[in-house]
């Protein structure tokens, strides 16, 4: 049996909840642009994320550990693989449109720049006369318009509810600016599916890799009430956690999270009475979210990470580091244009010379960020 587009929107019609947007409902492309045949409009969004460049160097960006310091760490890909994973169980158990959430969560940091958040910091910094920078609008702005793949049109003439998750995506480190896309309503069901499936993956999986790493040990989270429902759970008592022991531990606390946040969320669907994707825009609060109590324990977790993980010594040299070398390279690259890549330097005749060293910058992946700063700053190594 052939399963053509019209038949797929008509499984979407049958499956979501009324709340769920429907792909024949799109409000469509920028631009003329034909449909396929055996996807949806939001399946083919997802597929051509998938091809980008932008995608495939988020392999050797940072999450929270560099590259090289180890290839069992998360990097910025494997994190956003972990977010799309949780934002389709979420939307799959909550009626919402599993491929246009899947679409956002793979989008959501094509704009990262090299080194993580300190890399982000350091570019808004030197980019703050400039229009500054942030990573949300880098990845609008490859989406449509950086990326360039197809000859009718810039970018890759996605949905406007794609493009419009990207521009809500929205977490306590992300600040959505959404001027031009219906600033007055809120992101719909599989929006805010997708905000909350990145701040359920950092936190679980940056966990997971603090003990791996050895800068989170067991006994420096005695007393977070998460760590010890895992303890209970397992009858742990340590006083070494071996491997077998962290991944079931790391599994069972996504499956807690994730839980609750499905109970919680249905609970407030419930109660909202919203019919359809409009009625959860217009609503004053967002519908996804832990319940009260598990916030308040997500929350415990998140503080201990951000003063044990993030701000651990071992991080902040890096990141240090890394403000500097993108510094180093900015400076560089403004006060001799000439050693920029000849399109960039083309580029930057329309673009601005400013912008387009930030564009360069930010496309880098680490290892490339580092052997660039050694290509220009060290004497004895070739350029």
Known sequence: MYFDRALLEDLEDKTLAPYGMRSRDSKGRAYPDSEPDYRTSFQRDRDRILHTTAFRRLEYKTQVFINYEGD???????????????????????????????????????GHSPFGHSGEVALNRLMKDHGGFDHNRQSFRIVTELEQRYPEFPGLNLTWEVRE?????????????????????????????????????????????????GMITPPMLEGIALWETLKETFGWRGPLLDDIERHRMIRHLVGLLVTDMV?????????????????????????????????????????????KLYRHYRVVRMQVKAEQIITNLFQAYRDEPDILPTQYRKISQTRGLERTICDYIAGMTDRFAIEEHQRLFDPFLKP
């Open 165 to 213: 998750g990207i521009v809500k995506h929205e977490t306590e480190y992300d600040i959505a600016d959404a001027r031009d896309f219906n600033p007055e309503l809120r992101g719909n069901l599989e929006t805010q599916i997708a905000n909350v499936a990145d701040e359920l993956a950092y936190t679980t999986h940056d966990l997971d890799d603090g003990l791996r790493s």
């Open 72 to 110: 069992y760490f998360r990097t910025r890909l494997t994190h956003t693989l972990e977010v799309a994973q949780i934002g389709r169980t979420l939307a799959r158990a909550l009626g919402g449109n599993e491929d246009l959430v899947e679409a956002i969560c793979l989008a959501h940091d094509l």
């Open 263 to 307: 109970q919680a969320t249905d609970q407030r669907l419930k109660e909202s009475g919203a019919k359809s994707p409009l009625d959860i825009q217009k609503l004053d609060y967002n519908v996804v979210g832990f319940s009260e109590d598990m916030r308040r324990r997500n929350r415990e977790l998140k503080d201990f990470l951000y003063q």
